[in-house]
């Protein structure tokens, strides 16, 4: 029988890096920071609702009518699919990996984790699976209500007609309760998710050393907070301003 050298059974053994536990994380740190990104710039987009109807038709039209928003929009979709399919195969790996839990409820209550005080683990973290599902749900409703949703048109304020009003359907969608309170609850769990995922990310990919966890931890907070303040704050403001 012919003997497998060292070298032979290191390479038949071999795995591709991005099919390794790092490489997973790091991809999914990678497509997380993206989806940041994203959610920064459509944010600042978004902040344009409060300068009027004229203002926000105008940078939505313009968005719109942009020959490479199709292609963004197939990328930032397999971005998001891709960012998905790590993370609930990440999870499935460690609840094999661990199937009996260390969960106790007044310390993931109180941030502690299953770990005890000293751990990182947070209610935030422990719940990464949970409010990523939330936010599937949440962009696809989302997507309904505004990219699908009711077609009304305008006049731009250059006297062009045809411009979809998308400042109406706005106003109008958050005229529900309902809808508001959708919206709030899922901002929350947005933020709950960027609590624990931007620091992650970064940690992932080599940013947390030398004693910088603190601070990357505060920054990584301090920037979910304003995230999900900013795009909160919209429908509660668009709510009270039907009257």
Not at 126 to 132: D, K, L, V, Y
Not at 214 to 239: C, K, Q, S
């Amino acid at each position: 029988m012919a003997l497998i050298k060292p070298s032979d059974a290191s390479r038949a053994t071999r795995r591709p890096y991005l099919a390794t536990s790092v490489g997973k994380k790091v991809l999914m740190a990678v497509t997380g920071l993206l989806l940041l990104v994203y959610l920064v710039l459509h944010l600042a987009g978004n902040l344009l609702i409060y300068f009027g109807p004229p203002t926000f038709n105008a940078y939505s039209h313009f968005l719109i009518a942009n020959p490479l928003i199709v292609p963004v929009e197939i990328g930032l979709l397999a971005v998001f699919l891709l960012h998905v399919y790590e993370a609930v195969l990440n999870w499935l790996e460690n609840r094999r990996a661990r199937p009996v839990s260390y969960y106790q409820p007044i310390r993931r209550l109180f941030g502690y984790g299953w770990a005890g005080k000293p751990s990182r683990k947070s209610i935030a973290s422990a719940t990464m699976i949970g409010s990523g599902l939330i936010i599937v749900l949440f962009v696809v409703v989302h997507l309904l209500q505004f990219k699908f949703g009711a077609d009304y048109l305008t006049t731009a304020s250059s006297g062009a007609p045809g411009i979809r009003d998308l400042y109406r359907l706005e106003i109008e969608n958050f005229s529900n309760l309902a809808i508001v309170a959708f919206y709030v609850f899922c901002m929350v769990i947005i933020g709950f998710h960027l609590w624990h995922g931007i620091s992650s990310a970064l940690n992932s990919l080599g940013v947390d050393y030398r004693g910088s966890a603190p601070t990357l931890l505060r920054i990584a907070r301090i920037g979910a907070m304003f995230i999900a303040g900013g795009f909160l704050f919209i429908p509660i403001w668009a709510f009270f301003l039907r009257g």
